[in-house]
């Protein structure tokens, strides 16, 4: 898989109450989430994008609440990937489980907002086409590995207990 | 192995468990709430699942947004009750409902060395019963509600060891706190943190229950604590009978820790968490000039009867400051016929303080006690961040029972030494 897209640079420790707030947990829908992602951080943020554009953090990114609506809301708003230096564990379970691709570089350090990305996932590789230059990650373990594959937790369930039974 | 290694093993049929291993477990119990179980329950019928692993095993606790506080809060938790009524599975209606995290262990629901995970941040909580409880997401809570079973990573363990003796007013919430600034909010992210020592052999399970609910806040997946006879004869409070398995839940001698500390808490005076993050702690007197709006005294980490008894104790020397509101949020319905029975629902009154049904409510901005634009908090909540409590300007600071009265009584941040030996 491949992405291209332009990068909105955020900083250490961004909680899921930063990415959604929330009064705005008495919803489950997706597109209405999406409209509030960031809201607190970033107001302009989820009007400026567009779709496919790159969140880049810090470290410890989506710590805080077990909310997926987070990365649902980053989701929805049609971010295309989240690379942090580091993510809180909660919020990596979740984003892997729904199936937002998420990549764990100390690289992210030197990721500009604007900057232009190409991700090949399969190479474990980020092009920064604006910088002129290219970041290797280590790629995930096997299990994870599968569960992307699958393209997300349910969708795992579903083949290994459903289908069997 | 460590007792965490010793739980997951065990939970997932192996001889012994090492850090970074990918494990599948099976899960004694799942909980989510009224926030997290819809998405969960929205999953499970995506996929078209028709039945539950273990009904007996599956709680849906509605405690975030109850008792409702508009129609769409209403419209989840009818969600969760619609569903618990279908598979049968456990459901806590108004009127027997209580913040989870202090409702589960009061009923007797998590007991030492099982495997517990919950749709919300703070299902590490029952780490101080000797349980492995970990946060997760809804997505996980469908699959497991399916399955029995969670992946896990096998987290490496951490180990705290706290000597000495602890000051009067210094109580879990202090040691938790002061702890989480020494490492930071991601000191332990990905990892178990293990209290041990001298000071937690003698912690009252109250307090235990304080310290492991904000693991979470130094970015661990589980807090825990061995079982001894403090466990032991809070269980038998709770429970007629259960058993202990796996059976030796202590870390070995030989145990592999990724990191060890050892805390002094002779020094550790009553903690104050600056916003916007948790492991801002200072000495409450570095800060007692600050003017206050509010004060919330409840939540998941701070609303059982000892911390509402502390409280109490303070309101008997002082009364409300006239320019600050002052919640009172018992946990659980138990710990609400308690206090009245003890009368410190009689103290609180008079002091002016107004009480609230069970309720996360207000420790996240959710209702009951919302702050406007500017507005200053001191709660007994495990969260400061940016517009936790309402408006992205306004501010919360983290405290223990008596820090939060004494300074809803001086209506700015106060020692409560300034309240009750004035």
Partial sequence: MMVKGKVWKLGNHVNTDDIIAARYLNTTDSQELATHCLETLRPELVQKMEPGDILVAGENFGCGSSREHAPIAIKAAGFSLVIAVSFARIFLRNAINIGLPVVETSEAKRIREGDLLEVDFEAGMIKNLTQNSQYFWSGYPPFLQELIKCGGLMKWVRKKYIKSE | ?422
């Avoid at chain 2, 109250?206 to 589980?222: P, S, V």
């Avoid at chain 2, 702690?281 to 000039?289: C, K, W």
């Fill in chain 2, 1 to 422: 192995m460590t007792i965490t290694e010793k739980i997951l093993a065990h939970h997932s049929h192996q001889e012994k468990v090492t850090p970074g291993e990918f494990i599948e477990a099976s899960v004694d119990l799942v909980l989510a709430n009224d926030v997290t179980g819809p998405l969960a329950i929205q999953e499970f019928e995506k996929i078209g699942a028709t039945k539950v692993f273990n009904p007996a095993k599956i709680v849906l606790v509605p405690d975030h947004f109850t008792p409702c506080k508009d129609i769409r809060s209403a419209e989840l938790v009818k969600k969760l009750r619609d569903f618990s009524r279908r598979y049968q599975v456990r459901f806590f209606e108004i009127g027997q409902v209580g913040i989870e995290h202090a409702l589960l262990p009061e009923l007797g629901l998590v007991q030492p060395g099982q495997l517990v995970i919950g749709a919300d941040s703070h299902t590490c909580t029952y780490g101080a019963l000797g349980a492995f409880a970990t946060g997760v997401g809804s997505t996980d809570v469908a699959a497991a509600m399916i399955t029995g079973r969670i992946w896990l990573r096998v987290p490496a363990t951490f180990k705290f060891t706290y000597h000495g003796q602890r000051q009067r007013w210094v109580g879990g919430k202090d040691l938790i706190l002061y702890t989480i600034s020494r490492i930071g909010v991601d000191g332990a992210r990905y990892q178990t943190m293990e209290f041990t020592g001298p000071v937690i052999d003698s912690l009252p399970i109250d307090d235990r229950f304080t310290m492991a609910n904000m693991a979470i806040e130094a970015g661990a997946k589980n807090g825990i604590i061995a079982p001894d006879e403090i466990t032991l004869t809070y269980l038998k409070s709770v429970i007629t009978a259960f058993k202990m398995e796996p059976a030796d839940l202590r870390s070995d001698l030989d145990s592999i820790y990724c990191q060890q500390i050892e805390i002094d808490v002779n020094q550790i005076e009553p903690q104050i968490a600056v916003p916007p993050l948790p492991s801002n702690s200072r000495s409450v007197r570095e800060l007692t000039g600050t003017r206050i709006d509010q004060v919330v005294i409840g939540s998941c980490t701070n609303g059982r009867l000892s911390d509402l008894e502390k409280a109490a104790a303070v309101f008997l020397h002082g009364k409300v400051h006239p320019e600050v509101r002052t919640i009172i949020i018992p946990a659980t319905q138990n710990v609400y016929y308690q206090a009245v029975k003890k009368g410190l629902i009689d103290t609180f009154l008079t002091a002016g303080c107004v009480i609230s049904p069970p309720t996360c409510g207000p420790c996240l901005g959710g209702h009951m006690g919302v702050l406007a634009k500017g507005e200053v908090a001191v709660a007994t909540t495990n969260r400061n961040f940016v517009g936790r409590m309402g408006h992205p300007e306004s501010l919360v600071y983290l405290a223990n029972p008596e820090v939060a009265a004494a300074s809803a009584i001086k209506g700015r941040i106060a020692h409560p030494e300034e309240v009750v030996n004035p």
